[in-house]
């Protein structure tokens, strides 16, 4: 391959289109070519979102004449942050079943970062070279020749799969996504203990998910957050070595939120976190019994209580997310989000 090669997209996504949207779309493809799905799913997003990321960067620049390399750099990554948030942190109570969704809309909002990062960088964002920079990106391949040859033998747009995949297939692509998102450790290179623990962790927090909703998603945007801007620092670095200034070294200044606003912001959370316990409590101490005595009881309301704070925590920040995405109009071509 080469960057005279593109993937042919003929489809780019509309303007209308939420990344959950586009993860339905690409799942069928990765349920027809199980054995390849971070491949497909570089893939799609370079054939995708590579138009898209050219007109978004370039509106940046219509935006931000005056803008540097390293300000746009930063912009690209703390836009893609936001975004990946968004669209990945769904999960919680009944939401879990909308894991591998979650997961490869999350994973599809890096790739979109990572293009628009290409582009400052001068490449083509359309090329199927930036396939095998992805891959190596998200550390599926621990070169960009070895990407390049493994390539060779995967489908271009297969056709969507048909019936079932077998479970266990099925929870072991579930368990590469996570993998990939950084929500545990990955690698090519991993023993049968690594990977027992792996599945282990996943499924805690699964269980954890249907519990206490409240505890899991804020957890999940925070390591969502953490993750993307690593990988936009490590992108910045793959495209322009040397190039990494103090805005992508040093985190933390990607968050814009002053230190009074991020107190708040944890205070608020923790009363949030009580709050289920304490109704929990007060409900069982007050003598009501609902179902299974004292205990089942309490179990009882803190789930329900735990769900219904857990959806209006998830909707308040989703509407604030949506707003700075629409502040952002201008990056998208006006693109709406979910």
């Known amino acids: 391959m080469n960057d005279g090669h593109t ?8 303007p209308d289109e939420s990344m959950t949207v586009q993860a339905q779309a690409l799942l069928p493809m990765i ?4 054995q390849h799905m971070p491949e497909q799913l570089a893939f799609f997003a370079v054939r995708r979102f590579g138009p898209r990321a050219d007109a978004a960067v370039a509106r940046r620049r219509q935006r931000k004449p005056l803008a540097g390399a390293d300000e746009l750099r930063g912009d690209a990554i703390a836009h893609g942050t936001r975004m990946t948030i968004a669209d990945g942190a769904v999960l919680g109570g009944p939401f879990m079943v909308l894991m591998p ?3 490869v809309a999350a994973l599809l909002s890096q790739a979109r970062m990572v293009l628009e990062l290409a582009v400052l960088a001068g490449h083509d964002p359309r090329s199927e070279q930036r396939v095998a920079d992805l891959l190596v990106l998200q550390d599926v391949y621990p070169s960009t020749e070895a990407a390049d040859k493994a390539l060779t033998g995967v489908k271009r747009s297969p056709p969507g799969g048909r019936g079932r995949l077998p479970r266990r297939t099925r ?21 049968r203990l690594q990977r027992v623990t792996s599945t282990a962790l996943i499924v805690a927090l699964f269980v954890v998910g249907w519990v206490l909703p409240l505890i899991w998603v804020p957890a999940l945007a925070a390591i969502y957050r953490q993750n993307t801007l690593r990988l936009g620092a490590k992108t910045v670095q793959f495209y322009t070595p040397g190039a990494v200034g103090d805005r992508v070294r040093h985190r933390r200044r990607f968050t814009h939120v ?6 708040a912001a944890v205070l608020r959370f923790c009363a949030l976190a009580v709050a289920p316990f304490a109704a929990a409590a007060v409900v ?3 003598g009501v019994r609902l179902a299974g005595g ?10 329900a209580v735990s769900l219904f704070v857990a959806g209006v925590w998830f909707v308040r920040r989703r509407s604030r997310v949506t707003g700075r995405a629409h502040g952002d109009g201008a990056d998208d071509g006006g693109e709406r989000r979910p």
């Open 171 to 191: 929870w072991s692509l579930v368990i590469r996504m996570a993998e990939i998102l950084g929500l545990m450790g990955g690698g090519e290179e991993r023993s």
């Open 284 to 286: 069982a101490l007050a």
């Open 101 to 103: 969704v979650s997961f």
């Open 258 to 263: 002053p230190r009074v606003a991020g107190v």
């Open 7 to 14: 993937t042919g997209g003929r489809h780019p996504a509309r």
């Open 294 to 303: 004292f205990w089942g009881t309490g179990l009882l309301v803190l789930v």
């Open 31 to 34: 349920w027809a070519d199980p």
